[in-house]
């Protein structure tokens, strides 16, 4: 068991490589404690929850309203109030009294409320959370039920219903605690690899400063589909990762390369101008949260014909991103406090997959507010770059723009008790899209958009 800690030590002091699933549970001595210092809102269940914890099974419900308005730019300045609930069971089977090494996690998520999606006139979703589980609807979905068996503390395997964006990072990537919007948490150029699917992977620890993975999930998975009958019906999505850990002047830090391969057909970028529609209406890319029905307005104002000649295929897509963490300044002796910087840079092959490039760079504090040392805050960059094949033609008739999109986000969470955190934050996005339609259906130019909102997360 002592190695079984240690090896998730590990992974978890800075980064990893790919996203951890059922893993060993960090817990309390107890749950219970007055208001303002227990862990949960609901303490120990009068004990119950200290007991379930010893045998290794812990039950959270988490639940995260985050209200935000368009102040400036954008489609329209709506206001939208939306909300995540995410229910988690974790399961240590040593503690259970059953065999050592294994765990297993479940997690559903529940939307509630509304979101402000289509009227930011932004290509990238501004708020992660507004395409969990589905970015049609609120709806309740199985986001993750995994199980992980450790063999050694240098290897270990998962398979299972996998949540890809899960947190693997320190400083960014987290949309319940730090930055909201979507290409600042999550490299853009892995556009095509679904949110979570069936799969299965493994983990090798050579060294300790040495983390190497590998899964391949289901190409078609989603939140909501969990028939697995259907899995890898049409391929696979592969990816690999390794991942250093590096201490430059003593300071902890962490550099990333993953790669991702499917061989799923998709619908190619590069069609015939009269078969645009029919390209919308088919490709899904998850980390854009289904950006169709924005086009395809567009591509209807314009009364165009759909052909009915078959769209052209891609047999492969492919993706790789570099990326680090590295903090620059940590109070001595407290290795969970200090500021950070975080970088990310991703291609594509731009030919199924819209994005060609992506980026985003920012700096993160933790902990480092006089008399606040339970708060963060964050400043940082995204841009995403269009491939030159994706919409060429109404790019070039509509002067449609398409081409890149920034966004800046600054948020400060503010930890009120250990159970509630208050996070106001700011955006300002310089959307893709130069003009879009409005509620009259003519075209109108669309500015620099500001969002501003404020998120409440509640620990039960």
């Known amino acids: ?15 990893t490589a790919l996203p951890l699933h059922a893993m060993p549970y960090a817990t309390p001595d107890t749950w219970g404690g007055d208001l303002s210092s227990r862990a949960r809102l609901t303490g120990d269940w009068g004990g119950a929850r200290d007991d379930m914890a010893k045998k290794g099974v812990v039950l959270d419900l988490d639940l995260y309203w985050m209200p ?14 939306w909300g995540n609930a995410i229910a988690t069971l974790n399961v240590d ?14 997690q559903t998520v529940t939307s509630f409320g509304d979101n402000i999606m289509r009227d930011t006139g932004a290509m990238v979703p501004a708020n992660l959370s507004w395409m969990l589980p589905t970015p049609t609807d609120t709806d309740t979905g199985l986001q993750e039920f995994t199980y992980t068996q450790f063999l050694s503390q240098h290897f270990g395997v998962f398979l299972g219903k996998i949540n890809s964006i899960a947190p693997t990072n320190v400083l960014h990537g ?17 556009a095509m690899v679904p949110l979570s699917a069936y799969g299965a992977g493994a983990l090798y620890l050579p060294s300790h400063d040495v983390t190497l993975a590998a899964m391949v999930l289901d190409p078609n998975g989603t939140i909501m589909n969990d028939d697995l009958g259907d899995a890898f019906d049409d391929g696979v ?61 567009i591509f209807d104002k314009l009364g165009l014909p759909a052909t009915a000649a078959p769209l052209n295929q891609e047999s492969e897509t492919w993706a790789a991103v570099y990326s680090f963490e590295q903090f620059v300044w940590q109070p001595a002796g407290d290795p969970k406090r200090g500021i950070g910087m975080f970088f990310s840079a991703g291609v594509s092959d731009g030919k199924a997959n819209p994005i060609k490039y992506s980026y985003s760079l920012g700096l993160v504090g933790k902990g480092v507010v006089p008399g ?14 269009f491939s030159d094949d994706f919409l060429p033609h109404l790019r070039t008739a509509l002067d449609l723009g398409l081409d890149h999109e920034d966004a800046v986000e600054l948020y400060y969470n503010a930890a009120v008790t250990p159970w509630l955190n208050v996070s106001p934050s700011l955006q300002i996005i310089s959307p893709a899209l130069n003009k879009a339609l409005d509620a009259n259906g003519n075209f109108q130019n669309l500015d620099t958009t ?11």
């Open 237 to 297: 999505m592969a990816l690999v990762s390794a991942d250093l850990k590096i201490k430059p002047g003593g300071l902890p830090g962490h550099q990333n390369l993953t790669l991702a391969w499917s061989n799923k057909d998709r619908t190619s970028l590069i069609q015939d101008p009269a078969n645009v529609a029919r390209l919308l209406l088919n490709s899904h890319y998850p980390l854009l949260g289904n950006p169709g029905p924005v086009l395809i307005e």
């Open 450 to 460: 500001y969002i501003a909102g404020v998120r409440v997360g509640i620990r039960f």
């Open 93 to 106: 089977t040593q503690k259970a009294g059953f065999w050592p090494g294994g765990f297993f996690k479940v």
């Open 1 to 15: 068991m002592k190695n079984l800690f240690r090896l998730t030590a590990l992974l978890s002091a800075l980064g």
């Open 68 to 81: 935000q308005g368009i102040i400036s730019g954008g489609k329209d300045e709506e206001s939208g109030s």
């Open 174 to 190: 987290d949309y319940t605690t730090g930055f909201l919007n979507t290409s600042v948490n999550m490299p853009l150029a892995l």
């Open 372 to 385: 606040r040392p339970r708060d963060d805050f964050g400043i940082g960059w995204a841009r995403t770059e």
